[in-house]
Nanobody, 127 residues
Framework: EVQLVESGGGLVQPGGSLRLSCVAS????????IAWFRQAPGKGREGVAC????????LYADSVKGRFTISRDSAKNTVYLQMNSLSPEDTADYYC????????????????????WGQGTQVTVSS
């Protein structure tokens, strides 16, 4: 079974930091690009970041550039999203995703291009 599991979310004050983790099982993790998306209440799913099979990172949302970093630890089968200088606008459910059916090595931009998703982890930024 191919599975992605997110963790690391929680409640944080504005200006604080969180590190989200996406742990994979059931496939060769470092052969696949892993993307992070987020969805705020009542809003659509937004691409945040992606790291490809060669560990080349991409940040999709202008609002997170300079604040978020994506990285991979292949030994732990985990992709991380380090989030710094958090603001209330970052409040959302955060999901990791992969393409496991075919050509999963490269990053896609749109959520419909991904076929495997984690259950999500909630991030709330509030004072």
């Amino acid at each position: 079974e191919v599975q992605l599991v997110e963790s690391g979310g929680g409640l944080v004050q504005p200006g604080g930091s969180l590190r989200l983790s996406c742990v994979a099982s059931g496939f060769t993790y470092d052969d696949y690009a892993i993307a992070w998306f987020r969805q705020a209440p009542g809003k659509g799913r937004e691409g945040v970041a992606c790291i490809d099979s060669g560990d080349e990172p991409t940040l999709y949302a202008d609002s997170v550039k300079g604040r978020f970093t994506i990285s991979r630890d292949s030994a732990k089968n985990t992709v991380y999203l380090q989030m710094n200088s958090l603001s209330p606008e970052d409040t959302a459910d955060y999901y990791c995703a992969a393409v496991t059916a075919d050509q999963g090595w490269y990053c896609r931009y749109h959520p419909h291009e991904y076929d495997t998703w984690g259950q999500g982890t909630q991030v709330t930024v509030s004072s």
